[in-house]
């Protein structure tokens, strides 16, 4: 059995990842075929992409079917908007959820405005979290 390939943390091969892994999730998660959800996550003090953006993720899901893009206007805005400190992202993003490191360290990012949620994840907030720990098996 081969190791999982694994990418730098917030580089467009890694977003490249993230956003393949979404969309396979989606495929996977049995979602109604007309539901319309956005999801924007963009890294505060990201670095600037060549095409203007910030680094950061925009996933969509329209009539049922997913897309993703990478990189996100500095003040675009989805059904759900998560604005984290590159550095937040990354700490989070090597640590399993079973961790209870992973716990501590979100909800102290959280209280200490490193990580800023806007809209209601709702249902789909298990969806997400079951994204969490295949996209560390990818993360270096």
């Known amino acids: 059995m081969s190791a999982s390939p694994k990418f ?3 580089t467009m091969a890694w977003f490249e990842m993230v956003g393949t892994l979404m ?3 989606t495929a996977r998660a049995d ?3 007309d539901l319309n959800w956005s999801l924007v996550e963009r890294y ?3 670095a600037t992409l060549p095409d203007g953006r910030i680094q950061g993720i925009r996933f969509d899901i329209v009539n049922g079917v997913p897309a993703f893009r990478i990189g996100v206007d500095k003040d675009e805005r989805g059904d759900v908007t998560i604005e984290v400190c590159s550095a937040t992202a990354r700490e989070l993003n090597l640590l399993y ?3 209870p490191a992973y716990q ?3 909800d102290r990012a959280i209280r200490q405005g490193r990580i800023r949620v806007d809209g209601d994840l ?3 907030a298990h969806w ?3 994204l969490h720990d295949p996209i560390v098996d990818h993360t270096s």
């Open 8 to 10: 730098s943390h917030g």
């Open 44 to 46: 505060v003090d990201g």
């Open 104 to 106: 501590a360290f979100r």
């Open 128 to 130: 997400l979290a079951a």
């Open 23 to 25: 969309c396979a999730a």
């Open 31 to 33: 979602l109604a075929p």
């Open 97 to 99: 959820a079973a961790d």
């Open 122 to 124: 709702g249902a789909m």
